[in-house]
């Protein structure tokens, strides 16, 4: 069965910087859309990036553009989102998230969290 499992969340002043893991399992990995979403208590769900399955093609929200980068590699089966300037409307807890098909999605519905069909179960990151 699929699974996406989250890790490098924690806690980091402003400017600071963390790395976010996501190990995928029981899918094939290199053909699927990933991205990563992140909620911050009592706002809704937002994506940050996407990565497209050949680790070419990848988006941006503008809130994070030039401090957030995301990454993939295929044969590890993983994903990465590396965070630097940290700011403290940074925190929340950071979802991956695959679906087959999203990145072929119109650009607003790429960014719509319910075109994607797996998800792992989050990792906070805090900054203060």
């Known amino acids: 069965h699929v699974q996406l499992v989250e890790s490098g969340g924690g806690s980091v002043q402003a400017g600071g910087s963390l790395r976010l893991s996501c190990q995928a399992s029981?899918?094939?990995?290199?053909?699927?859309?990933m991205a990563w979403f992140r909620q911050a208590p009592e706002k809704e769900r937002e994506g940050v990036a996407i990565?497209?399955?050949?680790?070419?093609?990848?988006y941006y929200v503008d809130s994070v553009k030039g401090r957030f980068t995301i990454a993939r590699d295929n044969a590890k089966q993983s994903m990465y989102l590396q965070m630097n300037s940290l700011l403290p409307e940074d925190t929340a807890a950071y979802y991956c998230?695959?679906?087959?098909?999203?990145?072929?999605?119109?650009?607003?519905?790429?960014?719509?969290?319910?075109?994607?069909?797996?998800w792992g179960q989050g990792t906070q990151v805090t900054v203060s």
């Open positions: 029981g899918y094939m990995f290199s053909v699927y859309c």
């Open positions: 998230a695959a679906d087959r098909f999203a990145c072929l999605k119109e650009p607003g519905s790429r960014w719509d969290q319910n075109e994607y069909h797996y």
């Open positions: 990565i497209y399955g050949d680790g070419v093609k990848i």
